[in-house]
């Protein structure tokens, strides 16, 4: 992720360029930046549950088969002025589910 040196925007990778959406800044990439887009993933497929994860561990009890350990990852699905979900994945069956401040 790189940051507009102008208005400090998140800046996007264009070719060999970084590019700022919101000033047009442009600066070149160096050789060690990488930057990969693929269409069919989105941002919320990323965490995958696993025998060996390294999510941490809590108790909390799985609606579908009642297993009192699950893993936990937070992660932003509102606008930033909102609190993270938290979203769990059952230790035993790997049911996925999510906690919302409200």
Request: overall charge negative; some cysteine.
């Amino acid at each position: 992720m790189e940051f507009c040196d102008e208005c400090g925007s998140m800046m996007k990778a264009d070719d060999g360029y970084w590019v700022c959406g919101s000033c047009d800044f442009t600066k070149p990439k160096g050789d060690s930046d990488e930057y990969v887009v693929t269409e069919d993933q989105e941002a919320t497929e990323v965490i995958e549950s696993s025998d060996e994860t390294s999510l941490p561990k809590t108790e909390a009890r799985c609606p579908e088969c009642g297993h009192d350990q699950a893993y936990w990852y937070l992660q932003q699905t509102r606008s930033a002025d909102e609190s993270e979900t938290r979203f769990f994945i059952c230790a035993e069956c790997e049911y996925k589910w999510r906690e919302d401040d409200n």
